[in-house]
């Protein structure tokens, strides 16, 4: 398998601007993860989808930030408007069932 | 909510020493995973340990879940362990710990 693939691997954008990351989940798995990690915060989960369905999206910081799983291959991360303190590495992680969760490489948000 | 804290925070070694990095957590453990971050930046899976040891080459784990710690023993370290290393514990949603982070000199 392919693992996690995350698109694009580096954004940089203008404050204000849209920006929207992709994933493509393990085949197979049913469970999907976005994280954030950042120097002051660490590592911390914005959102969790079972079976494409979103079950805890209390880490996501505010309503510019959402995320939907139209199908159980493709997730997005879309943050509208961007502001320069979203600028983070975002990890995408997939499991089966809860079970051992695998990264995909991150993408590196920078926002000007 | 669970706190996970990992120790040491930094660690120097020579190449081809072996070293212990704890992970201690406030409440049950459920799920826990460790994970290497490489200086590309990458979170590599090494073990899915909620109790329990397992091994892999010169890596292995231990957790005992009754205590809430986990260790992960690396042997004969390489230059290319170094890195960050992470344990995240939780029910779906980890809690991660800050790190530790490992530079294995030549």
């Known amino acids: 398998d392919a693992g996690v693939i995350q698109s694009p691997r580096h954004e940089v954008t203008e404050m204000g601007q849209e920006v929207t990351l992709r994933c493509k989940p393990i085949?197979?798995?049913?469970?999907l993860f976005w994280y954030r990690q950042t120097m002051m915060r660490g590592l911390e989960l914005l959102i969790y989808?079972?079976?494409?369905?979103?079950?805890?999206d209390s880490g996501m910081p505010e309503d510019r930030f959402s995320a939907k799983m139209p199908n159980a291959s493709f997730s997005t991360l879309k943050i509208q408007p961007s502001e320069p303190r979203d600028s983070a590495v975002y990890f995408c992680a997939s499991s089966l069932a809860g079970d051992t969760q695998y990264f995909g490489p991150g993408t590196r948000l920078t926002v000007l | 909510g669970i706190q996970v804290e990992q120790s040491p925070p930094d660690l120097i070694l020579q190449e081809g020493a072996n070293s212990t990095l704890r992970c201690n957590f406030s409440d049950s453990v459920n799920n826990l995973q460790w994970f290497h971050q490489n200086p590309w930046g990458q979170l590599i899976n090494l073990f899915y340990i909620p109790s329990g040891t397992k091994q892999n080459g010169r890596l292995s784990a231990t957790t005992v879940a009754t205590e809430r710690y986990s260790l992960l023993y690396i042997s004969s370290s390489q230059t290319t362990d170094s890195g960050v290393y992470f344990c995240g514990e939780g029910t779906y949603k980890y809690i991660f710990g800050t790190g530790t982070r490992l530079k294995v000199l030549a």
């Open positions: 085949s197979g798995h049913n469970s």
């Open positions: 989808f079972n079976n494409n369905v979103p079950i805890d």
